[in-house]
């Protein structure tokens, strides 16, 4: 154990002694307060991270990428106009900022949006910018209270704040930004927001794609889940209900671990990007990167991570599944699932008999629920595929993927 606990301090040492991200003008007012709040020893801490940690471990995992980019923080205001509810349950007017990342396609390049999911961040999507900045302006960020994006207190009571929260801060940041016309992309929870905000935004969304996105199936869904029914009648079913229901998240385990946390997602990341990979494994180089990156995006600060139960019930099952809303969708949309991925297809194949706009659900090999890690190049086929009328017409159905 003290071993163990001596190589994780070494291994801190070895990071906080990195070359660390250097703010612009841009990012002063938002990286003061996060200076002022973590101004002990990094060695000191029981939880050695900082919204600095995290914008240099995206800068080191992104260094994976050939394509220039540019990295900014994106001023979003205090809160959304005319709400009488701030980001967050405050008298201050501090503004909030969003962590954006640009890749610069060729003139004339449609714009591509992408949006990560739960416990996830942009750089979830380092192996594929390069590939896609070939036909887009790709343009990924870190939802608000993820990432390195701000963390305000998470002070939402009920679903509607919930998804006001996420949908309302990115409204702002495509003011900002000043964008429309884009195509936007959403992974998992990032889908479930993206389908949200095209519903509420339809005007300024070209196209749609959900990658194997959350919300389709409602909580009358787990109802009729046998193995839940069971599970939940159990002592552990009891238990993680409840933890559930207390708001319990993941990277509560991950803090609570301390100088232990690194090793546990050092763990979780070589298994599920390597020993369980459905496809292209990590190699060492990106191993080691993504498991700096995802530590210090997971050990920070609890915000936007405690929207988990007011979005989902236990089993994650939606409180106000998407698939309610099929009828009233505006925007032509594709849906992406890898062949493996535990999220059910068939969801969005009962959602698309409720549609009256254009929908294809494409199913990538060798993919699971992370395809655009699992197998980057069937991803890359999939989007062009979707996007086909922006970028190539007559682009056929490429090999190995299918339309379903």
């Not at 590939?131 to 207190?153: C, E, N, Y």
């Not at 699992?374 to 991803?379: A, I, L, Q, R, Y």
Request: glycine share 8%; aromatic share 12%; hydrophobic share 40%.
């Amino acid at each position: 154990m003290i071993r163990r606990w001596s190589s994780s301090v070494a291994r801190m040492a070895e990071e906080i002694n990195k070359p660390q991200f250097e703010p612009s003008a841009t990012t002063a007012t938002a990286s003061s307060a996060s200076q002022s709040r973590w101004n002990w020893p990094s060695l000191l801490r029981w939880i050695p991270t900082s919204t600095d940690h995290i914008i240099a471990a995206e800068k080191r995992l992104l260094s994976l990428v050939k394509t220039p980019y540019v990295q900014e923080l994106v001023n979003i205001g205090s809160g959304p106009p005319g709400s009488k509810i701030r980001w967050f349950r405050s008298t201050s007017d501090q503004p909030r900022f969003i962590n954006t990342v640009t890749f610069d396609g060729s003139d004339g390049s449609p714009t591509l949006v992408m949006v990560h999911g739960y416990a996830a961040s942009q750089g979830f999507f380092f192996r594929n910018f390069d590939a896609l900045a070939k036909h887009f302006r790709v343009i990924a960020l870190d939802q608000l209270g993820w990432g390195g994006s701000s963390r305000p207190d998470f002070t939402c009571k009920s679903t509607e704040e919930t998804e006001a929260w996420f949908i309302d801060s990115f409204e702002e940041w495509r003011k900002a930004k000043n964008l429309t016309n884009f195509i936007l992309l959403g992974h998992s929870f990032g889908g479930y927001v993206a389908a949200k905000y095209a519903l509420k935004h339809p005007e300024h969304v070209q196209h749609l794609i959900l990658v194997g996105p959350a919300g389709f199936s409602s909580e009358a869904d787990a109802a009729k889940s046998e193995f839940l029914t069971r599970f939940r009648a159990t002592w552990k079913g009891a238990i993680a209900n409840h933890l559930w229901e207390s708001n319990f998240t993941p990277q509560k385990i991950v803090r609570g671990l301390g100088p232990w946390g690194p090793d546990l997602v050092r763990r979780y990341t070589s298994a599920r990007f390597g020993t369980y990979s459905t496809g292209n494994t990590l190699t060492e180089e990106e191993t080691r990167l993504l498991t700096d990156y995802v530590y210090h995006t997971l050990a920070a600060k609890a915000s936007g991570e405690l929207c988990l139960k007011y979005i989902f019930a236990f089993g994650a099952f939606a409180r106000k599944p998407l698939l309610h809303c099929a009828s009233e969708w505006k925007v032509p949309t594709t849906f992406i699932y890898g062949i493996q991925d535990w999220m059910d297809y068939q969801g969005a194949q009962e959602a698309r008999k409720h549609m009256t706009v254009p929908c294809e659900i494409l199913r990538v090999p060798q993919g699971g629920h992370f395809v655009f890690i699992d197998n980057p190049s069937g991803f890359h086929s999939a989007i062009a595929y979707a996007c086909r009328k922006f970028i190539s017409p007559d682009l056929p159905l490429p090999e190995g993927l299918s339309s379903v």
